[in-house]
T-cell receptor, first 111, second 111 residues
Framework: EPEVTQTPSHQVTQMGQEVILRCVPI?????FYWYRQILGQKVEFLVS????????KSEIFDDQFSVERPDGSNFTLKIRSTKLEDSAMYFC?????????FGPGTRLTVL | GQSLEQPSEVTAVEGAIVQINCTYQ??????LSWYQQHDGGAPTFLSY????GLEETGRFSSFLSRSDSYGYLLLQELQMKDSASYFC????????????FGTGTRLQVFP
């Protein structure tokens, strides 16, 4: 059964550095998403991506964030200048019908 | 604003039945989903209700009342492996299918 994969599983970075989180969604999904979850808190929507462009973004997804699907398979989330409060678990997801399939997540730690 | 409220924690014993409630207030509503998340894991889909009533999937059932902005997840014949966090999530847009997640309920099942 196909799965969403994400790399790396854990990323440690210094404040102010750029990070790129990578995802390989399931190929027949149409919509792709990034969510984040601060430790012990709820999952928060960041951005949705359809037909190679952003379809919706949340207030969290400010100018420091960007998404790309550079080669038709990988789906990336870039944070240009990380802040301490960006420390969280970042999940990529794809949707097929009423169900969203989440990847295993990348734990981002900003020091 | 948008909010989905759930009890923070529920405890039960193996074999018991437990109900996790969710009340929501969102600007858009196109359905209510439930996701399970084990510690350190990704959210996994359990059920979806677009219309009022009860949906049954094995040991798990989900109920929705749109007029009351309320739903619940019913877990029967509890097993130790059901110990996890459970999130309700509103499908808040038909354009993007983004999910707005609830605060989450931590279920602990004791032998």
């Amino acid at each position: 059964e196909p799965e969403v994969t994400q790399t790396p599983s854990h990323q440690v970075t210094q404040m102010g550095q750029e990070v790129i989180l990578r995802c390989v969604p399931i190929s027949n999904h149409l919509y792709f998403y990034w969510y984040r979850q601060i430790l012990g808190q709820k999952v928060e929507f960041l951005v949705s991506f359809y037909n190679n462009e952003i379809s919706e973004k949340s207030e969290i997804f400010d100018d420091q964030f960007s998404v790309e699907r550079p080669d038709g398979s990988n789906f990336t989330l870039k944070i240009r200048s990380t802040k301490l409060e960006d420390s969280a678990m970042y999940f990529c997801a794809g949707s097929l019908g009423n169900e969203q399939f989440f990847g295993p997540g990348t734990r981002l730690t900003v020091l | 604003g948008q909010s989905l409220e759930q009890p923070s924690e529920v405890t039960a014993v193996e074999g018991a039945i437990v109900q996790i409630n969710c009340t929501y207030q969102t600007s858009g509503f196109y359905g209510l989903s439930w996701y399970q998340q084990h510690d350190g894991g990704a959210p996994t889909f359990l059920s979806y209700n677009a219309l009022d009533g009860l949906e049954e999937t094995g040991r798990f059932s989900s109920f929705l009342s749109r007029s009351d902005s309320y739903g619940y997840l019913l877990l029967q014949e509890l097993q130790m492996k059901d110990s996890a966090s459970y999130f309700c999530a509103v499908r808040a847009s038909t354009n993007t299918d983004k999910l707005i997640f609830g605060t989450g309920t931590r279920l602990q099942v004791f032998p």
